[in-house]
Each structure stands twice: as structure tokens, then as C-alpha cells.
């Protein structure tokens, strides 16, 4: 199995924010995940370390030219 490196591309303050700029990547065919220590969403006062948006290596460009229009 190939090991694929992820990258943050952004920090966001919370969730929901993180959550709709992962749609604008969806929407231009970059696959992303939200990594946000929050016991699973039982706990979100614990999103004080932030929320990450994190992508593929090899998309981070893309991911950026993408977050950069939708800011």
C-alpha cells in the first residue's frame, strides 16, 4: 500500500468555517479531510488548537489556488 503524504493548506477557528471551504475544494475535485481534536465532535470547546484542513501533497497547489478564490 502507498503511503500518501497530507499537508495542512489551511488553519480555520472552528468547524463550520473549516467544513465550507472543504465543499469549494469538492466542488473543484480535491479530495480533503478536517482535523479537529475534538473527541470526535463531543467535545468543541476543545477547537482551541484550531481546525486543520489538510490535503494530499500532490494537491496542496491546487487546494491553494482554490481557497485562495474563495476567500
Same mark, same amino acid.
Request: hydrophobic share 45%; glycine share 10%; charged share 30%.
Given at each position: ?5 497530507? &499537508?495542512? =493548506?489551511? +488553519?480555520? /477557528? *472552528?468547524?463550520?468555517?473549516?467544513? @465550507? !471551504?472543504?465543499?469549494? /475544494?469538492? !466542488? !473543484?475535485? &480535491?479530495?480533503?479531510?478536517?482535523? #479537529? +481534536? +475534538?473527541?470526535?465532535? *463531543? %467535545?468543541? *470547546?476543545?477547537? @482551541?488548537?484550531? =481546525?486543520? /484542513?489538510? &490535503?494530499? $501533497? %500532490? +494537491? #496542496? !497547489?491546487? #487546494? #491553494? %489556488? &482554490? /481557497?485562495?478564490? $474563495?476567500?
Amino acid at each position: 500500500m502507498k503511503h500518501t503524504e497530507l &499537508v495542512i =493548506v489551511r +488553519d480555520y /477557528l *472552528n468547524k463550520p468555517e473549516a467544513e @465550507m !471551504a472543504q465543499g469549494a /475544494l469538492q !466542488a !473543484a475535485g &480535491v479530495r480533503s479531510m478536517i482535523r #479537529a +481534536d +475534538d473527541a470526535g465532535g *463531543n %467535545e468543541p *470547546n476543545l477547537w @482551541m488548537g484550531g =481546525v486543520k /484542513l489538510l &490535503v494530499r $501533497a %500532490e +494537491d #496542496a !497547489a491546487r #487546494a #491553494a %489556488e &482554490v /481557497l485562495g478564490r $474563495a476567500k
